[in-house]
Structure formats: structure tokens, C-alpha cells
């Protein structure tokens, strides 16, 4: 595999970073995941969006890359062995000696790979995933896409010896995202999905599907749901860069409405399907 790293396209092997780098010791980095459709980066200028709000909030000036995006993300996904997959980008504040506050010269450390889509099994399409909910206890500026992510890491391992593939995170009452996704729940044929804010990172996925439900005329509430609306719900869904849109059919044991994917997931999937095929023969939508 050929990594990116520091302005030099090498193999992973020889990719080599510095045991001071803060985002090493510190988790002092951000990050993104951008899909691959065909060779073709998806929905590139959002992602870029994020990662310059992201490197804003945490102090990091985007200026001080030289980087073309679209051009950089177009070069890594040309490194994919087959024309689907996703690429990894972080972005530390670089190697310097241990202390908190921020260095004052260190060169910021960029990395980037693109690794081949694993493919989704049939079966977790047709009979959907697996969730439990679990105590939000991240902390307070979820909207950052940083790579300390000690909590979710702990999120999706509590959730994974449960039996289950995804944590559905409660926060004074509501539930506002996965540990690794955003979280929609269908209510009376209505979608029903948290606002934008402090609490949730603002998924790309999440944008098109509200995008996709819109062109499908269902109706949709910006409102995170309650527990007990999600635990009522006739449908529950996730979202993410590399999950796409996947039905979540049981919470703790219990079935999502009938058990099984929905007919609001079906439009969605398959308009997202479409959008992907789009994409692939190069209609930018
Ligand atoms: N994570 N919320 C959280 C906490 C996430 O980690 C993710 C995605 C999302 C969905 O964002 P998007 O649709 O832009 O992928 C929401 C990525 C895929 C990851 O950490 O690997």
C-alpha cells in the first residue's frame, strides 16, 4: 500500500513518524473518511468543509497546507486496487517535546491512505444490525472530527462483547448519534434525526440522506429523539462514510418495529444506490 506522509508518497512500510508526534501522545489530530465510488472521491468539497472547521476548532491554521484538496484526494484514491474503497486523512499538530500548550514551530504532521470497501454481507442488509444503548460519555465538542476517540473506542467494544455492532449514545434523555454514525428513527412514516450542534458530528451521509429524503418526499424532524421515542420507533437507521445507510433491526435484545429493514430504508438505500452509480459514471451529485 502507498501511504502519504509529509508531502512524500511511500510505501506503508516506510512510512515512519516521529515517537513525539502530539498526535501520537497526545491524540492532538483530526481526521477524515471520504468515500471512493469508481475512482471518483465523494462528495469531496463537504468533507473538506469538515476537516477546515475541524482544524479551526482545535487551532490549527488550514493555511498552513499547501495542499490542493480535490487534486490531493483525486491522487489518493487513483492509489485504490479496485475502484471502490475509502480514504483516511489526519492531520496532527506535530512532533515537538512533551507539553501541553501549543508548539510553537513543529511543522504540522499529514498522513493520508486509501484502503479497498470490505464488502457488506447480504445478510447484514436484509436482516440489518445490532445496537445497544449506552451512556454518552464523550465530551462536549463532538462536532470536532478529532482522533481522541478513547470514548468511542470504548463505546463499540462494550458494544461488540454485548453482541451488537453499534452504541446508540443517550445524553440528558436523547439520543443523538452511534458511537461510529449518525442515528435517524422513523416515527409515524416521519424521519426524526438530531440537529446539527455540539453534540453530534455533522455526518456527510447524514447530509445525503437528508438530501435523498427530501427528493423522496419524506417528511423529516431535526429533533433528537428520546429514548423511549427510539425504543417506540417503527424504524431505526445509521449513517456513516463507511456504512453508508444500514437498518438497525434489534436494541437490547428487543426488535425495531417489525424486526426487519423497513420500507423508509429500502427508499433510502436505494436511492443511495443510485447516487453511487451516479457518481461512478461521473454525474456529481
Ligand atoms: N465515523 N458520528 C460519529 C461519531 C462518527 O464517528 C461518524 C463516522 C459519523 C458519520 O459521519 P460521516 O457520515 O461523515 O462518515 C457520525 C467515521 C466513518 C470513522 O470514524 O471511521
Redesign the pocket.
Known amino acids: 500500500m502507498i501511504v502519504y506522509l509529509n508531502g512524500e508518497w511511500i510505501p506503508a512500510e516506510q512510512a515512519r513518524v516521529s515517537v513525539f508526534d502530539r498526535g501520537f501522545v497526545f491524540g492532538d489530530s483530526v ?3 471520504i ?1 471512493v465510488y469508481g475512482y471518483k472521491p465523494f462528495r469531496v468539497t ?2 473538506v468543509r ?1 476537516l477546515e472547521a475541524s482544524l479551526i476548532a482545535v487551532g490549527m491554521d488550514p493555511h498552513r497546507l499547501s495542499l490542493d484538496w480535490p487534486i490531493f484526494f483525486r491522487q489518493l484514491a487513483d492509489t485504490l486496487p479496485s475502484g471502490d474503497g ?1 480514504m ?1 486523512l489526519q492531520i496532527s499538530r506535530g512532533a515537538a517535546p512533551r507539553q501541553h500548550a501549543f508548539p510553537a514551530n513543529a511543522p504540522l504532521t499529514v498522513f493520508a491512505y486509501a484502503r479497498p470497501q470490505i464488502a457488506e454481507s447480504s445478510e447484514r442488509l436484509t436482516i440489518g444490525i445490532k445496537a445497544v444503548l449506552l451512556d454518552d460519555i ?1 465530551w462536549s465538542r ?1 462536532d470536532i ?1 478529532s482522533t481522541s ?1 478513547i470514548a ?1 473506542v470504548l463505546l463499540v467494544q462494550e458494544a461488540l462483547a454485548r453482541g451488537a455492532d453499534e452504541a446508540l449514545l443517550v445524553r440528558d434523555g436523547h439520543v443523538n ?6 442515528v435517524f428513527v422513523v416515527r409515524s412514516s416521519r424521519l426524526m434525526t438530531a440537529p446539527r450542534g455540539h453534540n ?9 440522506v437528508l438530501e435523498l429524503a427530501s427528493l423522496c418526499a419524506i417528511p423529516l424532524d431535526e429533533q433528537a429523539p428520546t429514548r423511549s421515542e427510539l425504543l417506540a420507533a417503527e424504524e431505526v437507521l445509521v ?5 453508508e445507510v444500514t437498518a438497525v433491526t434489534k436494541i437490547d435484545a428487543r426488535p425495531v418495529g417489525s424486526g426487519s429493514p423497513g420500507p423508509i430504508f429500502w427508499q433510502l438505500y436505494n436511492a443511495f444506490q443510485a447516487l453511487k452509480d451516479d457518481v461512478r459514471q461521473g454525474i456529481d451529485r
Open positions: 481526521y477524515e473518511v468515500p463537504a468533507h469538515r475509502s483516511y464523550r463532538c472530527k476517540l468511542n448519534e452511534g458511537a461510529v454514525s449518525n453530534i458530528l455533522g455526518g456527510i451521509t447524514r447530509d445525503v449513517t456513516s462514510s463507511t456504512r
